[in-house]
């Protein structure tokens, strides 16, 4: 595994805090968007700590970042409005580095959120992993006539959002989708930070395998 670097990207309300790991020969990169920072969510989060180190180890270059107002990022936070452009400024910067391979982007929560509305619009995204979809907490209306395959990563006592409720708005995707339950798991994943990032990287296998047999044709 490569060294972990911290850095400071320019975004649209100042400067974005960044940890990257570079991979030498990646076979994708991956942007990791983190849950709500005003209920605590950051970077350094668990679940996007192993996400983002799980998603190196299998072969990716990863970019992590604070959203607007969140650590050491500049700027304030604007409610999931401003937090759409800093996905677009760090995905922007990650595929600038590594222009030739497949992008996934990761949200949990919040980040699901501010990523999916992105990702709609997005011509150099390639594939969504959702952790924790906060359905009861925030509308997903993009998430109709989705373009992009989606993975969707979900805690069956999740209090935002059930995997019943999840279901629905899947079925408004036309690219493919993946429905992955973690059992008796509630939202935040108390002491099982590791199951979902697991979940994250089998989803993120199968899309990049996809993507792989599509390219090959």
């Known amino acids: 595994m490569t060294e972990l670097r911290k850095l400071f990207i320019e975004g649209p309300a100042g400067k974005l805090e960044c940890l ?8 994708a990169v991956a ?35 604070n959203f607007r107002g969140a650590g050491m990022s500049e700027g304030e936070h604007d409610e999931g409005k401003g937090e759409v452009e800093d996905v677009a400024v760090a995905a922007s910067w990650l595929r600038g580095i590594a222009p030739g391979v497949p992008q996934l982007i990761v949200g949990y929560s919040f980040g699901s959120w501010c990523g999916i509305r ?21 509308e997903f209306e993009d998430l109709k006539d989705f373009p992009l395959p989606l993975a969707v990563i979900q805690g069956s006592e999740d209090e935002f959002g059930t995997p019943e409720e999840v279901r629905p708005l899947l079925e408004a995707v036309t690219g493919p989708t993946q429905l ?38």
């Open 20 to 27: 990257l790991r570079v991979h030498p020969n990646p076979r």
């Open 31 to 65: 942007l990791v968007a983190h849950p709500h920072p005003m209920h605590g969510g950051t970077m350094n989060n668990a679940v996007i700590f192993h996400t983002d180190r799980d998603l190196h180890r299998a072969g990716m270059t990863t970019l992590r970042f």
């Open 118 to 138: 992105y990702a709609k619009r997005s011509t150099a995204t390639d594939g969504f992993i959702a952790i924790g979809l906060p359905v009861r907490r925030f």
């Open 180 to 217: 992955h339950v973690i059992p008796n798991a509630p939202h935040l994943f108390p002491k099982r930070a590791k199951e979902p990032a697991a979940k994250v990287l089998e989803a993120a296998n199968l899309m990049l395998d996809n993507i792989g047999t599509k390219e090959s044709l």
